[in-house]
C-alpha cells in the first residue's frame, strides 16, 4: 500500500526529496510518519505530519534542515531534507498511523509501512 521513493547517493550539504505513494481510498484517515534506521541503529523518527496538514512534528536532529507535507488527493507524502551530513545516511520508510491514534513520534502508532528508500550521504 505504501511505496517509497527518492533516496539515492548524494553529496554533504546538498538536499534530498523522498516521496511516499499510497494506494487505497483513505489516505486522508491517516497520518504519515517519517523514519529512518542507519547502519547499526534503531529505526528512529524522523518527521510525521497529522492527516489535514495543520500539524507538524520534526526529529531534532533534522528540525531546522527538513520539511514534511502532503497531498490528500494524489495520496502522496514527502519528506525533504536540506544541508545533509553523514549521520543522516540510513534507510527511510513512510509510514501510515490513524489519524490521531498517537503521538506523530511514536513508532508502535504505526501500522502500515512501506519497504524503504536508501539514502547515503557521502562524498
Known amino acids: 500500500q505504501l511505496q517509497a521513493s527518492g533516496g539515492g547517493l548524494v553529496q554533504p550539504g546538498c538536499s534530498l526529496r523522498l516521496s511516499c505513494i499510497a494506494s487505497?481510498?483513505?489516505?486522508?484517515?491517516?497520518?504519515i510518519g517519517w523514519f529512518r534506521q542507519g547502519p547499526g541503529r534503531e529505526r528512529e523518527f524522523v518527521a510525521g505530519?497529522?492527516?489535514?496538514?495543520?500539524?507538524?512534528e520534526y526529529a531534532d536532529s533534522v528540525k531546522s534542515r527538513a520539511t514534511i507535507s502532503r497531498d490528500n488527493i494524489e495520496k502522496t507524502g514527502t519528506l525533504q531534507i536540506n544541508n545533509l551530513r553523514p549521520e543522516d545516511t540510513a534507510v527511510y520508510y513512510c509510514?501510515?498511523?490513524?489519524?490521531?491514534?498517537?503521538?506523530?513520534?511514536?513508532?508502535?502508532?504505526?501500522?502500515?509501512w512501506g519497504p524503504g528508500t536508501e539514502v547515503t550521504v557521502s562524498s
Open positions: 509510514a501510515l498511523m490513524p489519524a490521531g491514534r498517537n503521538t506523530l513520534s511514536t513508532r508502535s502508532g504505526y501500522g502500515i
Open positions: 487505497g481510498p483513505t489516505f486522508p484517515n491517516y497520518d
Open positions: 505530519i497529522r492527516w489535514s496538514g495543520g500539524y507538524t
